[in-house]
């Protein structure tokens, strides 16, 4: 598995879209000044719940995707027993 490493800060990330997500570029800024990183561990999402957690390789990535509402409402009695067929 490959990681992308931040240069200006050092962190190691899992994917590149956890690595692009925790920085921020600011063009107006000279060359050398214009990357500033954001803490991977203070980013949240729009409920309130960590972007970001460590796994077990010590790399940031993207917190585990949480089912839609609609899917934790279904109540488990209401599906059909699967069953196999040969």
């Known amino acids: 598995m490959s990681a992308s490493i931040c240069v200006p800060c050092g962190r190691e990330f899992s994917s590149l879209s956890a690595f692009d997500a925790h920085q921020r570029w600011d063009y107006t800024q000279p060359p050398g000044r214009q990357v500033s990183c954001y803490d991977p561990a203070a980013l949240r999402d729009r409920d309130g719940e960590p972007r970001f957690k460590v796994n077990r390789f010590g790399r940031w990535a993207h917190a585990a995707a949480k089912p839609p509402a609609a899917f934790n409402s279904r109540k488990e009695s209401a599906r059909?027993?699967?069953?196999?067929?040969r």
């Not at 059909?80 to 067929?85: F, H, K, L, S, V």
């Open 80 to 85: 059909e027993p699967r069953t196999r067929t």
